[in-house]
C-alpha cells in the first residue's frame, strides 16, 4: 500500500510540475535572468508550494509519527558547512546552465528529448560520485 501512496504522490507532483512550466527549461532560465528578460511566474509557483509544505509540516510534527509508518527523518542540522556550501553551488550551476533540477528532469523524461536523458546522466554520475569526493573532503579537513 505504502507504494501505491507513493506512487500517487509522485504522479501529483510531476503533474504539478508540468502544469507550473517547471519542466520548460526556457520558463526556468526566464526566472533565473533577474538582469536579462525575467520571467516572474514561477515566484507563484514557489509561493504556492510555501504554504502547503509549512501546513505539512505542522500537521505532520502534531502527529509524532508518519502515516505510513516508520520515522520521520531526523532535522538536519543547522549549520552551514563547507559540504551546504559547495553542493548548493554545484546544484544552482546545473540548474542555470540546463534549466532543470532532479523533479522537473525526470517528469520532462515523458515527453522525450535529449537534454533531459543528458541532465539525468549528469545527476546520476553526481549522486554516485560525491560520496566518494566527500569522504576525501572530509578526510583533508580532518587532518
Known sequence: MRAVYAFLAGGVFGVGLLISGMTDTRKVIGWLDVFGDWDPTL????GGAILPMAIAWRVAAARGTPLLGGDFPARPEPTIGWNLVIGSTLFGAGWGLSGLCPG????????????????LAAMAAGMYGAPPIRSRIDAMSTA
Open 104 to 119: 522537473p528532469a525526470v517528469a520532462s523524461l515523458t515527453w522525450g528529448g535529449a537534454g533531459g536523458l543528458v541532465f
Open 43 to 46: 515566484a507563484f509557483v514557489m
